[in-house]
């Protein structure tokens, strides 16, 4: 039996290796729709070379629209930032494809926009033809919500374009508020839900998605292009800046129902009783809420303050003071001259700053009280110093975190658990006017805390420059 060797050509191997790899591409393109990405990863090999050609295709088709029709969208995702942040180090940032816009390997992307006047019917259209799915959330407008006689109108909080049924970008749509913040709004459950988009729903379970913690608020912010994976971006100039507010940014707004309620139910027609003193105390907030922002200083509103902006959005007309609360471990030096500086003078220094630390200045006849809180076990409290009998008192609030909101049109923080904050310090009844108050009786969170040594009196009792003011 003779045997014949056959032999085969390069040319038809590599016709049949060509033939092979079409097919199996095909095979990737038409299973991910059905499957999505996480399946297919499993199942397919080379499905994260699939993912990125996706990733890159719809992020260039997105920012190729914002270009376009002139949409300022700006890069807002954190994941790609801090990967650009890795290669600011002086050197451009390498161009290649999907070198850096992928190397998350993330289904999702979110981007900004300052106002909606940019996002035009046609922007929309054209990401459309490219191949994305729309979906938009809306809400009420807070800009108006003050305004008892204005029936707040809806407007767009965020923008969802989902591409290949695996691929989503998210747009926010920031807005200016008081000319010195921005604001997005948040995402509710049903308005995912109601979506019909499994892409969109999976994300806002995982929390991927800008706005899943509710209202958000970031300080106002400049912008720089840069060319990335062959894609020009516009991003925050500062992005550690923008990056290290993230996790800080959760906004509460003030409730205007409950507060057009009470001045009326208490007030009635006699609402401008105290307004010259809320525009002195207005003009010592700002003041104040300035130099501790310029000092990097985190405050918040604390006692009759906090009181006033959760119960009636304003400060009250006859509290006659401010109050600001602050964890000692964020006490500077500089607090001090800082404020002098500002034309708030220093007039009492209670306590020391391993306990009971208390600061107070005046400007205007107005008084502003600093209390510093202590960390004990679950609790944080502040101190009060008696200066006729040396008595110490510890007012015990349940831990709490901070979140932003908006006050006389400044962006300054509140505890996040506002109600527990404010029943801890006035019990339920909260909610009643009560124009008499003992500091050492009233707050049902008093309790008195020891005495302080007569020798270190001159210490922890520095009153300066003494001006007379009511009340405490």
């Given at each position: ?89 002086g ?49 009420p ?25 695996v ?11 008081s ?6 709004g ?23 998605l ?8 970031y300080?106002?912010m ?9 894609i020009q ?45 809320r ?20 405050f ?37 001259p ?10 009492h220094?209670?306590?020391?700053e ?34 006729d ?14 979140c ?5 049109g ?15 310090n ?11 108050w ?9 309790v ?25």
């Open positions: 039996m003779r045997l014949i060797r056959l032999r085969r050509s390069p040319t038809c191997v590599l016709g049949t290796f060509l033939a092979i790899s079409l097919g199996f591409l095909f095979l990737q393109f038409n299973l991910v729709p059905f499957f999505g990405s996480n399946e297919v990863e499993s199942s397919v090999p080379g499905s994260a070379i699939l993912k990125k050609h996706i990733q890159h295709e719809a992020v260039s088709h997105f920012t190729n629209a914002l270009i376009k029709h002139s949409v300022g969208g700006f890069l807002i995702h954190r994941g790609t930032l801090k990967a650009i942040l890795q290669f600011r180090d050197s451009p940032l390498l161009d290649g494809y999907c070198m850096i816009m992928c190397r998350t390997n993330s289904s999702s992307i979110h981007f900004g926009v300052i106002s909606h006047a940019d996002v035009s019917q046609e922007f929309l259209d054209t990401l459309e033809r490219s191949g994305f799915r729309h979906h938009e959330v809306s809400g407008d807070p800009r108006v919500l003050h305004m008892r006689t204005v029936q707040p109108h809806q407007i767009p909080y965020h923008h969802f374009f989902i591409y290949k049924e691929y989503l970008v998210q747009l926010v749509v920031f807005y200016l508020r000319e010195n913040y921005l604001w997005h948040g995402i509710k459950q049903s308005q995912i839900s109601g979506a019909n988009e499994p892409a969109l729903s999976r994300l806002h379970r995982s929390n991927l800008f706005g899943n913690k509710g209202q958000g608020a300080d106002k400049e912008f720089a292009k840069i060319k990335v994976d062959g971006l516009t991003v925050p100039k500062y992005p550690k800046s923008f990056l290290d507010q993230i996790p800080h940014s959760t906004f509460i707004e003030c409730n205007h129902e409950r507060a057009a309620g009470f001045v009326t139910r208490h007030y009635g027609n006699k609402d401008a009783t105290g307004e010259e003193f525009s002195f105390a207005k003009d010592l907030l700002i003041t104040a809420a300035s130099v501790l922002d310029e000092l990097d200083v985190p918040w509103l604390s006692s009759g303050t906090c009181l006033g902006w959760f119960r009636e959005c304003r400060i009250i007309g006859h509290s006659l003071d401010v109050d600001f609360g602050m964890r000692i471990e964020d006490y500077n030096v500089r607090i001090i800082a404020m002098e500086m500002a034309g708030l003078s220093l007039v220094q209670f306590g020391k391993s306990d009971s630390f208390e600061l107070t200045f005046v400007k205007d006849q107005v008084k502003l009280d600093i209390f510093f809180f202590y960390k004990e076990d679950n609790t944080l409290w502040n101190g009060g110093t008696d200066t009998s040396g008595g110490k008192y510890k007012y015990i609030f349940p831990s709490f975190d901070l932003w909101t908006e006050f006389v400044v962006k300054v923080r509140v505890p996040c658990q506002t109600l527990s904050y404010i029943e801890a006035y019990g339920k009844a909260w909610d009643r006017k009560v124009t008499s003992n500091w050492k009786e009233s707050p049902s969170n008093v008195p805390n020891g005495q302080w040594p007569k020798e270190e009196w001159p210490e922890v009792m520095q009153l300066f420059d003494i001006i007379e003011v009511e009340g405490r």
